[in-house]
């Protein structure tokens, strides 16, 4: 049953790419999204099966075929439908379903070729996503993930005769590529070291293992499966393709780069907690580096001035502290804020692309303002997504974000719940400065020129939008009036749905302390933890730490030391009672994301001349952010721009022209030269002929005579 | 002085390479077919002197065959010549240099 999953999706790609152009826009929407409520039917009907089973059996394997059997190499291509898969393939399938909906009033406007050319595209994504999440092998979630890889291109360059757009396609291959490169390794890392690239035979060999205290080659195997991880997940350093992603059209960014194909490699640790648990150092570098991102793409979402580009750096931080909770080993926290960032993030996309969408293209938020009494659907669900992100209490991103934190916290690295609080207040100062910025006060079309605070102006300046809202001829038009209506019934009612899932998804998490029982946390355990039957009889009671959650590894570690004390230990550092802690924590981070609310509303709502004020006085720091630390350009420099000198005077002029064309090309001077030497003999003299001819007479005479 | 052998190999030899050289070097194509005729008699000379050292007559049926030879090829090459003179109006051998390269 599990591999229609996957398998309807793709039946949809192939009926809309075979037949979209001749039929009607109407019939390839329905097409498509009928795939996707089909893979949503069946991924629920499959959740609800793996509900009935019991605790320990939680887990449903379907071999679809045996693809590779060669020597030692048996990888079936067999999916897996275990608790985390559950989550994924729920997401994946329902969101992606409600964003089927959305777009096919979103992309009205194209023709009915491209129409079906863009919900082939969508839905080979959710296929291959779903193979993705489904698969049981390294090989077979590889698959989906260069898959993803590819749709994402497609998609993102889908307007492709914009160059911008093919170029940021490219970018985002390109980069994808790089990790997955890093992704190869690990996996052949894997191969070599366990002869199988299965996931559950993986973690039941490293189980019993103890966890490396040195780097070795788990710790290799597990950093480079990180790189792949942070190429698909746009961390640092490979995040610099998922803002230039904004291109494609926004329910594209919606679906991909916010709710699904970045979750990937969060998901990939997830899978691989116990590979990841046995690799500490590694653990470590990639907690670091998610607060690192988190916090450096929070500080750039703060002065950008296109609504999707905040939106994409928001997307940045928000992998950033899925991996913080990756790396503090706290797999479930990591998971459910991916699902609940799945809810707002997409919502937040969707109702930009309303927003982008009345306004016939506009996307700079320096034109906007006043929107929320013209787009009132648009605003109060854009709102709810913009509480929940910032944390606000009683919705779903605080539930998420809280667990993050606390299990920063409590698993003792301070200074990166620290990292992490600073990012949940520029959080919540940049997300409502979004809200204020487009719904509120009135609307700004004066400054067209003028360039922001600190910005060095004309077009080719960071930040400036690429004005990439609409299919044809959105460049910026300033009939604003003409369009300006709400999200439509088949926009609304996503957006309207995710609102309700920004509210209320968080609820299955509802940690101890304030008195909820953190449901999805002990619904996710199993797949964190080594089957029981491999390991022998270890009573789970054995593995939870006081406030209940599981340690996520296959044996204890030997003392607190040893591991980098990062594994939630049986003690919490210096908290005998870890509820208060929690609450403490709580108390605070709403006290932040208040406080952050509070700010924007000063800055951006009613004195706006301090906002610029405050641009001007640090103008180079604003211009630093406003260029995204100037990365893109860092990297031009060093990798690009020696790639392409070398290339094309070493390798073309140098090797191609010079020494391959030119031995070519010498062979046939030789040959010509040869043959002018030789040509002198044609004299067309009879006499000279006469000559030669007596002459060879005589010499073939003495060599007789006198042999 | 009774002439020898190598006399009459000597005169052969001189008359060979009067030929010859009237081959290479000489500027009307019938003075060429001329010199060859001239090498072709001193092949003859050879051959009958030969002959008449070892006291046979092979070197004489030789003479035969190719003073025959002689005239066929004195036939087609006057003919050659009258072809060739119709077409260029010329007997310098200089001056047919259609195969120069």
Request: hydrophobic share 55%.
């Amino acid at each position: 049953m599990l591999q229609y999953i996957p398998l309807l999706p793709f039946a949809g790609y192939l009926v809309n790419l075979a037949f979209g152009r001749r039929v009607s826009k109407a019939v390839s929407a329905w097409v498509a999204c009928l795939a996707m409520a089909g893979a949503f039917a069946f991924s629920l009907a499959a959740v609800l099966a793996l509900l009935q089973r019991p605790l320990e059996a939680r887990a449903i394997e379907q071999l679809v075929f045996h693809w590779i059997v060669s020597g030692d190499l048996d990888v079936p291509l067999a999916f897996r439908l275990d608790p985390l898969s559950a989550v994924m393939v729920l997401v994946v399938s329902g969101i992606g379903f409600l964003i089927h909906v959305y777009s096919a009033a979103y992309m009205h406007e194209e023709v009915p070729s491209e129409y079906a050319r863009y919900f082939s595209y969508l839905n080979l994504f959710a296929s291959f996503m779903l193979v993705l999440v489904l698969g049981s092998t390294f090989l077979v979630m590889f698959v989906g993930w260069e898959g993803v890889g590819l749709c994402s291109y497609l998609l993102i360059g889908f307007w492709y005769r914009k160059k911008s757009a093919s170029d940021a396609g490219k970018k985002a291959f390109i980069v994808n590529r790089i990790g997955d490169y890093g992704f190869l390794l690990g996996m052949l890392g894997l191969f070599a070291a366990f002869g199988t690239l299965d996931f559950q035979k993986i973690a039941q060999v490293i189980g019993p293992m103890a966890p490396e205290t040195v780097f070795g080659p788990l710790s290799l195997i597990a950093l480079l499966l990180f790189v792949g991880a942070a190429g698909k997940s746009a961390q640092i350093p490979l995040h610099v393709w998922l803002p230039d992603a904004m291109e494609g059209p926004t329910p594209v960014s919606a679906l991909i780069h916010a709710a699904t194909m970045v979750t990937a490699g969060v998901y990939m640790i997830g899978r691989n907690a116990v590979l990841f648990g046995h690799a500490p150092h590694v653990l470590l570098v990639v907690g670091i580096i998610g607060a690192a991102t988190a916090l450096f793409a929070a500080t750039i979402g703060l002065v950008q001035n296109d609504i999707k580009r905040v939106l994409a750096y928001s997307t940045v931080s928000q992998l950033g502290y899925m991996f913080l909770a990756m790396g503090v080993g706290a797999y479930a926290a990591g998971i459910f804020h991916l699902y609940t960032h799945a809810f707002f993030k997409a919502l937040l996309f969707l109702g930009a692309g309303a927003v982008i969408h009345a306004l016939a293209g506009e996307q700079d938020m320096r034109r906007m303002g006043g929107l929320r009494r013209d787009l009132p659907i648009t605003f109060w669900t854009f709102l709810i997504a913009t509480l929940a992100i910032a944390g606000v209490p009683g919705l779903s991103g605080f539930f998420s974000k809280d667990e993050i934190l606390y299990r920063v916290w409590s698993s003792g690295h301070p200074w990166l719940w620290l990292i992490g609080t600073i990012t949940s207040f520029l959080t919540a100062i940049y997300m409502f400065r979004v809200v204020f910025l487009t719904f509120f006060g009135s609307r700004r079309e004066m400054e067209m020129d003028a360039p922001g605070p600190g910005h060095p102006g004309a077009a080719a300046a960071p930040g400036t939008p690429p004005k990439t809202g609409g299919p044809q001829d959105h460049m910026g038009l300033q009939h604003q009036g003409a369009h300006l209506h709400d999200a439509p019934p088949l926009m609304a009612i996503p957006l309207l749905l995710l609102a309700i899932g920004a509210v209320v998804a968080g609820y299955v998490g509802v940690p101890g302390a304030l008195g909820g029982a953190n449901r999805i946390e002990a619904f996710l355990e199993p797949s964190f933890t080594v089957a029981r039957q491999a390991e022998g009889v270890r009573p789970r009671s054995e593995d939870r730490g006081p406030t209940g959650e599981a340690l996520g590894l296959g044996t204890r570690p030997e003392g607190r030391g040893a591991t980098a004390g990062h594994q939630a230990p049986a003690g919490q550092p210096g908290s005998e009672d870890p509820g208060s802690t929690e609450l403490n924590l709580m108390a605070l981070a709403t006290a932040i994301a208040l406080a952050g609310m509070a700010l924007s509303a000063v800055l951006f709502l009613t004195r706006r001349q301090a906002a610029e004020a405050l641009a001007r006085t640090f103008a180079p720091v604003h211009r630093l952010l406003l260029g995204k630390y100037y990365v893109d350009e860092a990297y031009d420099a060093v990798i690009v721009q020696p790639l392409v000198t070398g290339s094309e005077r070493g390798l073309w002029k140098g090797v191609d022209a010079g020494v391959i064309d030119g031995a070519v090309n010498g062979v046939g001077r030789l040959v010509g030269g040869a043959s002018g030497a030789l040509r002198q003999l044609q004299t067309g003299s009879i006499r000279a002929y006469a000559a030669s001819l007596f002459l060879g007479v005589v010499l073939v005479l003495a060599y007789l005579v006198w042999r | 002085m009774i002439p020898s052998l190598t006399h009459y190999l000597v005169l052969s030899a001189i008359l060979f390479a009067i030929g010859t050289m009237g081959v290479f070097l000489r500027r009307n194509l019938i003075t060429i077919l001329l010199s060859i005729e001239i090498m072709l008699n001193a092949a003859n000379l050879t051959f009958v002197a030969f002959g008449r050292t070892f006291g046979t007559v092979d070197g004489q049926v030789i003479v035969f065959f190719v003073v025959t030879v002689a005239a066929a090829e004195a036939a087609v090459g006057l003919a050659l010549v009258i072809a060739l003179f119709r077409h260029r109006k010329s007997l310098d051998p200089d001056a047919y240099t259609a195969l120069r390269g």
